[in-house]
């Protein structure tokens, strides 16, 4: 599976749209980015994928490059609730694992 | 839809017994299903691969002798620490993959967690 890279961490102030980069320069054609979030000492949670449209949900939205080479993350309008570790992660359907990196720490702050 | 859930969310245990953690899809069944072991301020780690019916899969560097994994129905896999020590205190997450799979479809949903702690 091709390796991600984010940025440690980020800050965003509470209603203001939260913008979640992740480059993912190896990714290849048959491979998904999938982002998921965890919230201190639980499971991740799934939060969207894609393959190469973008793609909204109620939770956020996820904006792929043409050359799908990265990727960013979007929730619209962030609340306190939304801080968490964000976790971009590209992995194929064939074997199916999923491998997390380090992730982005998103600190929400009033 | 797609829950998993794992029990129990927290058990202590004296160093040298064994630990059993279980992992069951309640509404989908899944013949794949994942064992995570993340230690504080850490990434998720993956350990193992399980697939239902047959041995399995660990990653690099993990003991399987040491964590048992037991996928014998299409909607439960148990993790078993054997013989523990204080350093396998840590959060154990286990994840499924619903069958069948989807190209591109959402098909991982992770339990709660585990946290382990060997004194």
């Known amino acids: 599976d091709a390796k991600t890279t984010q940025p440690p961490s980020m800050d965003c102030a509470e209603g203001r749209a939260a913008n979640l980069p992740c480059n993912h320069s190896?990714?290849?054609?048959?491979?998904?980015v999938y982002w998921y979030r965890q919230i201190h000492s639980q499971g991740p949670q799934y939060i969207i994928h894609?393959?190469?449209n973008n793609e909204t949900n109620e939770m956020a939205s996820l904006i792929i490059t043409e050359d799908r080479k990265s990727s960013t993350l979007i929730l619209p309008h962030a609340t306190l609730r939304d801080t968490a570790v964000y976790y971009c992660?590209?992995?194929?359907?064939?074997?199916?694992?999923?491998?997390f990196g380090q992730g982005t720490i998103l600190t929400v702050h009033p | 839809g797609a829950v998993v859930s794992q029990h129990p969310s927290w058990v202590i245990c004296k160093s040298g017994t064994s630990v059993k953690i279980e992992c069951r899809s309640l509404?989908?069944?899944?013949?794949?299903m994942f064992w995570y072991r993340q230690f504080p301020k850490q990434s998720l780690m993956l350990m193992a691969t399980?697939?239902?019916?047959?041995?399995?899969?660990?990653e690099q560097g993990v003991e399987k002798d040491k964590f048992l994994i037991n996928h014998a129905s299409l909607t439960l896999s148990t993790l078993t620490v054997t013989s523990a020590h204080p350093e396998d205190s840590s959060f154990y997450i286990c994840?499924?993959?619903?069958?069948?799979?989807?190209?591109?479809?959402?098909?991982?949903?992770f339990g709660s967690g585990t946290r382990l702690t060997v004194v």
């Open positions: 190896t990714i290849s054609g048959n491979e998904y």
């Open positions: 994840s499924a993959r619903a069958t069948p799979v989807k190209t591109g479809a959402y098909g991982y949903t």
């Open positions: 399980s697939n239902e019916g047959s041995k399995a899969t660990y």
């Open positions: 894609g393959l190469k």
């Open positions: 992660i590209v992995s194929g359907t064939s074997y199916g694992k999923l491998t």
């Open positions: 509404d989908f069944q899944a013949t794949t």
